[in-house]
């Protein structure tokens, strides 16, 4: 410590506080600096290290370590290691890869039910802590997490267990993640009146923020005054909204006296939200500035777009279009064989089941906010009849002597017999490892890079905005949505399209994923199994033996080994909508192709 009361800063990348070591700076403020570090023996395992700048601040960080050290919940972040005394002091918390809450909150603020499911968690975090003797004192979205995986992850206690001297200091913002004027002015937008005037707080002193916070969430800014409701900025809103709100944010007798008080109010705004078959704020697509600006039309800046949520029909209809004419490529594209596909835009999604009621098993939770990065190319149709047989006479005279196997197995080669089934329908008895070989000559046919869609995939296209159990909105069946409780596969042209035109996503024929069966909440559904094929993959979607609708929900999931044939399960094909951009740049300079190409969208 320095005579001016500064710490030194002697520290920088490969300095080991601990067990860290730090790798680099990611945010500074006021209180001082984290850095992103490392374990000096697990080198996977990550920290975010605080270190104050100045002495003053060290009983701050003393405070936060003794606040969440007595704290182990999934909404808050877990403190790892601290040391007030050493030089620098430093607390090592969990580092979390995502956002705060102030920057994923779009300018009108978010969908009911997406701001229900993070005032769940929040509520859920802070009940916990005031259980244990906690009070945060700081609550506002600049100190709230999300993961990756939409999890929200409470931090910053600071002021954690306030004492008198701590609230004389609370105007301060000891916020990493602003250190201008405008952190100040929102630490007391979300401070309630009775600590404004000096009086002392208790608990209630949390919810009230979190009450601000919800007025947030729905609208996009903070409220004009005590009297303002959020229905009165957001337009169609529900009466249960105001009603968070207000019991959060009134006095200090009349308010909510603990979280409890606010879960049943919470659960409502839900309940009306399904019971509507969807959300019930009024959201202009053009008010969400979650945009694609930036992205380019060359192959390389193809891959990724930012990522807007997308939670309802409506808005996937419209990211759809944006996509496409930013990128400057077509809504449907048809290859050689008649398959078509079409574009379906990144975004993300809350995936899973959003409750016990509505899972049919464990596996389909915890829900989760999934991020789908990159624009891709989904056939309408499962594989059919058709496209299988040209392989399989393709197969018959292939070079590789595993490819002609295939055109002698008799189980695969089920539909060459001397009454094949209607051409157009669903392909069955195809394993995953067989989609493979089918994948791996079309691409040799189109220059396409086919394969399967990840289990995140799969439910992103199959919901196309819906955060419904069917992508119908309703458990019963509206007759020709999908195919169930029949002799077998039906023709898929009888059935609906969903918002991204997408045929038989739920029923008619089970679908294969790449992705290894494992717990929802891991990282497998992202990524596809390596190859080959071999395990259990998981299979989604229903099929036409499922006897009544229950079965073909949107979050069903099951386990198949990548080797089974079945009458049940087919596949449909995907593949990265950058394929076309580089094959449209390189038509470029020629001018037949481009027109051929072109001609081909439908």
């Not at 500074?28 to 700048?53: C, M, Q, S, Y």
């Not at 701590?166 to 250190?179: D, F, G, K, M």
């Not at 999931?557 to 044939?565: E, I, N, T, V, W």
Request: proline share 5%; hydrophobic share 40%; aromatic share 8%.
């Amino acid at each position: 410590m320095s005579a001016d009361g500064t710490v030194n800063a002697l520290w920088g990348r490969g300095t080991r506080l601990g067990s860290w070591v730090l790798q680099h700076r990611v945010g500074r403020g006021t209180f001082g600096e984290v850095w992103r570090a490392n374990h000096h023996l697990f080198d996977h395992r990550l920290a975010a290290v605080k270190i104050p700048t100045e002495s003053v601040f060290i009983r701050l960080l003393q405070s936060e370590a003794l606040a969440v050290e007595l704290l182990s919940h999934p909404n808050i972040v877990a403190l790892f290691d601290a040391d007030p005394f050493s030089d620098p002091p430093y607390l090592a918390m969990e580092f979390i890869q995502g956002t705060t809450l102030s920057d994923f909150i779009p300018q009108a603020g978010l969908p009911v039910e997406t701001s229900a499911r993070i005032a769940k968690q929040l509520l859920s975090a802070l009940g916990y802590a005031h259980e244990h003797g906690v009070i945060h004192y700081d609550v506002k979205p600049q100190n709230v997490l999300l993961d990756e995986e939409g999890r929200v992850k409470l931090a910053d206690f600071g002021l954690g267990k306030c004492t008198h001297a701590a609230q004389q200091s609370v105007l301060q913002s000891i916020s990493l993640n602003r250190s201008d004027s405008s952190s100040l002015r929102g630490t007391l937008a979300y401070m309630p009146p009775e600590l404004l005037q000096g009086e002392g707080g208790d608990h209630r002193c949390d919810i009230y923020s979190f009450g601000v916070i919800w007025f947030q969430l729905l609208t996009g800014r903070l409220p004009a005054g005590r009297d303002e409701l959020p229905s009165t900025v957001q337009i169609g809103l529900a009466a249960s909204c105001d009603e968070v709100y207000t019991r959060a944010t009134a006095s200090l007798s009349q308010r909510a006296q603990s979280t409890d008080d606010l879960l049943p109010l919470i659960e409502t705004v839900l309940l009306q939200v399904r019971a509507m078959g969807g959300d019930v704020s009024a959201l202009d697509g053009q008010k969400r500035q979650h945009g694609l600006d930036g992205f380019g039309k060359s192959s390389s800046e193809a891959a990724r777009v930012e990522t807007k949520l997308i939670d309802s029909p409506r808005v996937a209809c419209e990211e759809r279009a944006r996509c496409a004419e930013l990128l400057g490529l077509p809504l449907t594209w048809t290859d050689h064989l008649g398959i078509v596909f079409s574009l379906i835009p990144p975004g993300r999604f809350w995936m899973g089941a959003a409750n016990e009621e509505e899972a049919g098993t464990t596996d389909e939770r915890p829900q989760q906010l999934v991020s789908i990065s990159e624009p891709m190319y989904a056939a309408t149709f499962p594989i059919t009849n058709h496209v299988v047989s040209m392989f399989l006479r393709a197969a018959a005279s292939d070079s590789n002597a595993a490819v002609r196997s295939l055109a002698r197995d008799r189980s695969f080669a089920q539909l060459l017999r001397a009454k094949p089934p209607p051409q157009t329908a669903p392909c069955v008895y195809v394993s995953a490892c067989d989609v493979e070989w089918i994948c791996a000559w079309l691409q040799l046919r189109e220059e396409v890079d086919y394969r399967l869609p990840t289990e995140a995939e799969w439910e992103y296209m199959a919901r196309a905005g819906t955060g419904s159990n069917y992508w119908w909105k309703d458990g019963a069946c509206a007759g020709n949505c999908a195919v169930f409780d029949s002799s077998g596969p039906q023709l898929p042209e009888l059935c609906r399209a969903n918002a991204w035109g997408l045929i038989d996503v739920l029923g008619n024929v089970a679908e294969w994923t790449s992705s290894r069966f494992a717990p929802l909440d891991s990282d497998a559904k992202y990524i596809s199994a390596p190859r080959p094929l071999e395990g259990s993959l998981v299979v989604r979607g229903g099929n036409w033996a499922c006897r009544s609708t229950e079965a073909l929900r949107v979050c069903g999931r099951y386990p198949k080994f990548a080797g089974l044939r079945s009458d049940q399960v087919g596949a449909r094909l995907v593949f990265a909508a950058e394929c076309l951009v580089r094959r449209f740049a390189q038509a470029t300079d020629a001018g037949p192709f481009a027109a051929e190409s072109r001609q081909r969208e439908v």
